[in-house]
């Protein structure tokens, strides 16, 4: 999967991509990592976290948006 990190503005102020060293292809939970790294200064405390699903199957992608305290 892929996090994007927006600020207030709408601005994108990071980029990440989770990993797993689990099985992936079931349809039960699987943990993933990632680190998201400031691009820009964020315009000021308030962020979103929008994690999408990569999916190689072609299907429709599912997201979740997370608002975030800086």
Do not use: C, H, R
Request: overall charge negative; glycine content about 12%; aromatic content about 8%.
């Amino acid at each position: 999967g892929s996090m994007e990190l927006k600020d207030s503005t709408g601005q994108v102020v990071g980029t990440g991509i989770l990993t797993t060293t689990e099985e992936w292809m079931t349809d039960g939970p699987v943990e993933y990592t990632g680190t998201i790294n400031f691009d820009t200064t964020p315009a000021n405390g308030d962020l979103w976290l929008t994690i999408t699903e990569d999916d190689p199957s072609g299907e429709q992608q599912q997201q979740v948006t997370l608002p975030l305290t800086y």
